[in-house]
């Protein structure tokens, strides 16, 4: 085992016939931000939810921390008691894994039946049994670091954008998570938000979070990576750090996709 | 011959009073159940004192306890339940104009007749071309739905037969010209036509009926004693008694009890209904009738929405866990849920009532009336509410159960902190309407014995003659049930309302 926080080896996955992640490998060590870019329907996204466990893959290993999941291609095979089994063995790691993985969709998904305060304490006391008067003085310094002290009653439709997704991370982050993962956090925001957002990541990563943003910011991607994964068609082309992916990109498809934002 | 008939039968009774008298003993009290909205002068609601029931059948029952020295239990049940009723065991008599025929002898055993009448032609007063059977050939004619009238007018043949549920349906159609006549039996026809004088009796009467009492086929000894106390009745004048109060005493009763003597009780009781219901009224004193009916109807509307109250608690409560199993139940389950929900929303609610209140007792378990109206209603809306929960849970983005799972949640306590508090706020206009509905549908369950809203407003009704003014005031009580959970309601979606278009525009 190598010091990686994070390591994803072989990852496949397909839908029905289609192939959406073939043969995916790279590591990640704690500390660190990567961005994934990519044209829409590479697989970004799938790759962000399979790391989370929120979608199945079919083939290959994931390592979070001290959590591995292997999985074989051969299910099929199995008998159906054998196959729930591996069903019920793959969830009870699921749980495990995002107990350690937070992550922040592209959509605003508060729940919108709670205040800001009870979004973020509502998963530490159900979830880690945390007492409520811990979980609100945990909530309250989450709120601060991400710039929202004083939200903590109003409803998630008296916000905005920008200003939810700071509130969803500040809940993920409640969960003490040990990596962090965005899925386009700000593709759903005005410009002028989007900013705002970004900055909150660029505190985690000075403060040591690992963080892996699929995203089309591609200014941040550049200048707050450790380094740069770009994917095209299920596969990683090129991994590098982000001047080379950028401005001196090994591989011809890379160099066309990147080419497109220097104008 | 027929005189030593009697006085062999009256030995035989005697000799079974102590066998009865011994039962009497057992018997502290005597069930007996009848529709009181069954008009004048059967059973029916005091017009002074809406909360009593009165009526010659009142009276009997009354007189045959004090012979068996036993207290009395009024049940009330639907007509058409009176027979299926005796066998749930709710009641051991049933005494309500049941006419002894051949096909009800095959469920239960009948009393000797406590009464012997026939049927009557009822016209519009004034129509001098009907007279006889004959002069209905070929016209419209009311009769009671399954009575004898029916079945003489079809073996007449030729008349254009049209049933009704109640005699007084009949006589309100041929007011608004859409019958010709109405053959109905005599009682009805007398009282009815007494304080209705626009409607007249003609010609001779038709057939003969016998009214028992009737009671189930394994309570031999009860028919004996019984039929020892109408004996009784019989012999010391008590029988005529009533009738006579009744004005009911009729010329096959005093060939029945070979009874010719002239009547010499005052027709007080048939005075005290002409008094009360016949002279036209005017507009302050039908409000003040009207007021004195209030605790009545009040009474009766607060049954009817605490039912309708518990059954949709129970609704709400079924009707979650059934679209829970449908949504996230696996294969097995949600196929169960959907069948329940097929099932129930696809078969009438009549139906399911008389199941669980008549069929139910034969495997075994009997429900009391409110148990079995609120199992019945609620088991009904649960099927709909399921429904309405499900197309909430349907209506929350999927974000938010993903959101849930990534945060560590279980699929369990996603639904439990995340959807379902989002659900019910989305479900609740819809489920308050749904309320609306079965506070109306709750009516039904008169046909299950329970007095709510609507069965209060029949009986009245049927007592008076009185179908507008009494409607009206029924109709009302209806709406005010509803409207403070049509405000809810309407609170509620405002309020959703808003915070779904501040939503929309941050979007």
């Given amino acids: 085992m190598n010091s990686a926080i994070l390591e994803v080896r ?9 192939v959406i992640l073939k043969d995916i490998s790279f590591s990640v060590q704690k500390g660190e931000l990567v961005s994934i870019i990519g044209r829409s329907g590479c697989g970004k996204t799938t790759l962000l939810r399979c790391i989370n466990c929120l979608d199945i893959f079919d083939k290959g290993y994931l390592r979070v921390s001290d959590i591995e999941i292997s999985r074989e291609n051969s299910v099929k095979n199995l008998s159906q008691r054998r196959e729930k089994k591996e069903e019920n063995d793959f969830n009870v790691k699921a749980r495990k894994i995002r107990h350690k993985v937070g992550i922040l969709f592209q959509t605003l998904n508060l729940f919108p039946h709670l205040t800001v305060l009870e979004n973020i304490i509502l998963a530490p006391i159900v979830v880690k049994k945390e007492p409520k008067e811990k979980a609100i003085e945990t909530a309250r310094i989450l709120l601060e670091k991400v710039g929202l002290k004083g939200f903590e009653n109003r409803y998630p439709y008296q916000l905005s954008g920008g200003q939810s997704q700071r509130v969803a991370i500040a809940r993920s982050l409640a969960m003490n998570p040990e990596i962090m993962l965005y899925d386009e956090p700000t593709s759903a925001l005005d410009p002028e938000l989007v900013g705002e957002v970004l900055n909150v990541m660029r505190d985690l990563d000075s403060e040591g979070m690992t963080q892996i943003v699929v995203t089309h910011a591609m200014n941040f991607a550049r200048s707050a990576s450790d380094f740069v994964i770009y994917m095209e068609a299920g596969e990683i082309v090129e991994i590098g750090p982000p001047n080379k992916i950028f401005d001196h990109p090994s591989d011809p498809r890379t160099e066309a996709y990147v080419r497109l934002f220097r104008e | 011959m027929e005189k030593i008939l009697k006085a062999a039968l009256g030995i035989f ?19 007996w159940a009848a529709d009181a909205e069954s008009n004048a002068p059967y059973i029916f609601q005091d017009p002074k004192i809406p909360s009593n029931i009165i009526g010659f059948e009142v ?21 058409d339940g009176l027979i299926p009723g005796l066998y749930r065991g709710d009641y051991d008599i049933a005494i309500n104009g049941l006419e002894i025929t051949e096909d009800r002898k095959k469920e239960v055993n009948f009393t000797i007749p406590y009464y012997i009448t026939y049927v009557q032609l009822v016209v519009m007063k004034g129509v001098t071309n009907i007279q006889s059977l004959s002069d209905l050939v070929g016209r419209k004619v009311g009769a009671l739905k399954n009575s004898l ?27 608004n010209g859409r019958i010709d006549a109405a053959l109905v039996d005599a009682p009805i026809a007398i009282y009815y036509t007494a304080v209705n004088p626009e409607f007249e009796i003609v010609g001779q009467p038709i057939g003969e009926i016998s009214y028992g009492i009737a009671v189930r086929k394994q309570d031999t000894l009860l028919l004996q004693e019984l039929n020892y106390a109408i004996d009784v009745l019989q012999r010391n004048g008590k029988l005529r008694e009533i009738l006579d109060s009744w004005n009911l005493w009729n010329y096959m009763m005093e060939t029945y009890l070979g009874d010719f003597s002239p009547t010499n009780v005052p027709p007080k009781k048939y005075q005290y209904f002409i008094e009360s219901v016949g002279k036209k009224s005017k507009f302050s004193e039908r409000i003040e009738l009207y007021v004195k009916f209030m605790p009545v109807f009040f009474e009766a509307a607060l049954i ?7 059954a949709m608690l129970l609704a709400m409560f079924a009707g979650l866990i059934i679209a829970l199993l449908r949504i996230y139940g696996g294969k097995f389950l949600s196929w169960l849920a959907v069948a329940y929900i097929e099932i129930i929303r696809g078969t009438p609610l009549l139906i399911q009532l008389y199941l669980i209140f008549y069929a139910l007792p034969s495997v075994g378990i009997k429900l009391s009336p409110f148990l079995a109206a609120v199992l019945g209603l609620g088991l009904n809306y649960a099927a709909y509410e399921a429904e309405v929960y499900r197309s909430g849970f349907f209506a929350i983005p999927r974000g938010q159960m993903e959101a849930a799972i990534s945060l560590g949640m279980s699929k369990l306590q996603a639904i439990r902190y995340v959807l379902l508090p989002q659900t019910i706020r989305i479900v609740i206009p819809p489920v308050t309407n749904d309320f609306i509905s079965l506070l109306k549908d709750s009516s039904l369950v008169s046909v299950i014995t329970m007095i709510e809203l609507t069965k209060v407003y029949n009986q009245i009704a049927s007592a008076y003659y009185d179908y507008l003014g009494t409607g009206i005031i029924t109709a009302v009580l209806y709406l005010l049930l509803g409207l403070p959970f049509i405000r809810i309601a309407r609170y509620f979606e405002k309020r959703l309302a808003v915070e779904r278009k501040a939503q929309k525009v941050k979007e």
């Fill in chain 1, 10 to 18: 072989n990852l496949t996955k397909k839908k029905e016939q289609t």
């Fill in chain 2, 13 to 31: 009774f005697v000799c079974i009073l102590f066998v009865v008298s011994a039962f009497s003993k057992e018997l502290k009290v005597l069930r």
């Fill in chain 2, 59 to 79: 009276d009997i029952v009354n007189a045959i306890a004090e012979v068996l020295g036993v207290q009395t239990q009024f049940v009330q049940n639907q007509w």
């Fill in chain 2, 149 to 175: 009238a029916e079945r003489i007018l079809r073996a007449k043949g030729g008349i254009n037969v049209v049933t009704y549920e109640g005699e007084v349906n009949a006589f309100v159609d041929m007011k």
């Fill in chain 2, 304 to 310: 009817t929405l605490g039912l309708s109250f518990v």
